[in-house]
């Protein structure tokens, strides 16, 4: 085959692999959202006769030799990427059998099923089998790649490819030897005003108004949509076909406001990614933790600024006259930032928030390294919350059934993205910054569009060209630091609370 012959082949192929993995992100889309409740185990078996076809295809050794003689070719850097990223997909799928694929994806349809029903019936009992399934299950892929250290660095490279478990922790050692005083000296000081969140606000004037501020960020409703589900999540289910979920409460508009800035920040994310990465190995997020970045700086730092508040609260206080009609501007941006213990990580505040990460990350630590058992996961739970938080739930439902991600997926690699994420977020947004003075400004406008173009240019239009260290240096000039984030959690919060 000539060149251009192969190159075209595997254009072809990959073509195909992104397709196949968009009929299965639909898939799931559709069972977090529309789905009837009693066709949930019909949803895994479709879902696990899809996961087996893509990993039949991802593993065709015709595939495999087609790789092979790309590597002789002459290529420029991005080709070059491409092909080294994709062999490194090849070679880890190659090792895992097709019949464990197919039997883990089933196993997480029916996981998940069981945990929609099981936690509000706080139907504890009903998931520690299935948990334990879950657990094997990670432990046996992560059993295919002996090269690493434990399960738990497999599972990290995989979602943040480059980091150990060994660097996560020094993180985390760092995050709450600074958090936890600051956390105790702000719980200490006095609580701004919040009564006037618990009043009822229209949930279809919620959802419309986060709508409004996402497309504000650059979001565009041409290229996905928003609908409800039970957990929000943002999904790519074609090249430009990229949608979000939300969640709304009646007596707190903030939930959904931003539940749907959170998401928006993922897509805008995989909005940017230049066009001509669609569809290849480059064509997404390069890892968890820079995803995670995106949400958390659009969410918190733009979304939780007093510039922000500025700009917006006259399109809220329109929008809920009589809910707002005691309320300025002022109280709404303090309220926002309220710093309390919480039992919910979704709901925690940026102060406490990387407390829950850390706490669901050391259990599952323990779980996959033989120290805990699952029966004995939801006393784990109360206990780790007692120690970092000083709170004990009253049920499961607002402990170990909380999060989705053990009961529709693996054990590992997962949370730990969203503490990554708020470190970056900050870095990023601090040359962000640096490069375009005066966004508050910009902000209190409504304008967001110079740092959306920014981080465009540096963060989403490269997709997975560079390693996730290379992009960190190439848009911020250093490594992932912490420096910048608890700078600015110093910052906000010791003028928010007027600390010494």
């Known amino acids: 085959m000539t060149r251009q012959d192969t190159w075209a082949a595997l254009t072809r192929h990959w073509q195909e692999l992104s397709d196949l993995g968009g009929i299965g992100a639909l898939l799931g889309w559709d069972q977090s959202t529309y789905l009837p409740g009693a066709a949930g185990s019909g949803r895994a078996r479709q879902r696990a006769l899809l996961a087996g076809v893509r990993h039949g295809r991802a593993t065709d050794a015709g595939y495999g030799r087609r790789l092979d003689q790309a590597g002789a070719l002459d290529l420029g850097p991005v080709e070059a990427r491409m092909l080294a990223v994709a062999r490194r997909e090849f070679e880890r799928a190659t090792r895992l059998p097709a019949a464990f694929v197919r039997a883990s994806s089933q196993h997480a349809g029916e996981s998940y099923a069981a945990w929609v029903e099981a936690r509000p019936a706080n139907d504890w009992a009903r998931m520690v089998p299935l948990l334990e399934r879950t657990l094997d299950l990670s432990l046996e892929g992560a059993s295919f790649f002996p090269e690493f250290a434990g399960p738990m660095d497999y599972f990290i490279d995989r979602s943040d490819e480059g980091m150990t478990a060994a660097q996560v922790d020094a993180v985390f050692a760092e995050l709450r030897g600074a958090l936890v005083p600051l956390v105790d000296a702000v719980a200490a000081a006095p609580a701004p005003r919040t009564d006037f969140l618990a009043r009822e606000y229209p949930i279809p004037t919620q959802l419309r108004l986060g709508e409004e501020i996402g497309a504000l960020y650059g979001y565009d409703f041409t290229r996905g949509r928003q609908d409800l589900t039970a957990h929000p999540f943002m999904t790519r289910l074609g090249a430009r076909d990229v949608r979000i979920t939300t969640r709304a409460q009646l007596a707190d508009p903030t939930d959904a406001l931003y539940s749907t800035l959170h998401e928006v920040g993922h ?234």
């Open 267 to 500: 897509a805008l994310y995989e909005q940017g990614v230049a066009s001509e990465l669609l569809d290849t190995p480059l064509g997404g997020g390069v890892s968890a933790g820079v995803h995670e970045s995106q949400l958390r700086l659009w969410e918190n730092i733009v979304g939780r600024s007093r510039a922000f508040w500025a700009g917006q609260f006259g399109r809220f206080r329109d929008a809920f006259p009589e809910q707002l009609n005691d309320v300025t501007e002022e109280e709404m941006f303090r309220a926002v930032n309220v710093v309390r213990r919480s039992l919910i990580r979704t709901d925690a505040d940026e102060l406490t928030y990387n407390l829950h990460v850390i706490i669901r990350y050391e259990l599952e630590r323990q779980l996959l390294g033989g120290s805990l058992a699952v029966s004995d996961l939801a006393d784990a739970w109360h206990a780790a919350y007692e120690a970092n938080l000083g709170l004990r739930a009253s049920s499961h439902v607002d402990g170990v059934l909380q999060d989705v991600h053990w009961f529709s997926g693996g054990i590992g690699g997962v949370f730990q993205g969203y503490t990554l994420g708020n470190v970056l977020s900050a870095q990023f947004y601090a040359s962000a910054s640096a490069a375009n003075p005066g966004l508050d400004a910009e902000f209190a406008r409504g304008e967001f569009g110079r740092l959306h173009g920014w981080l465009s240019e540096h963060v989403y239009a490269p997709g997975r060209t560079f390693t996730p260290n290379e992009l960190v240096v190439r848009a911020t000039g250093q490594g992932m630091t912490a420096a910048p984030y608890l700078a600015y959690l110093r910052g906000k919060y010791t003028d928010l609370y007027g600390l010494s």
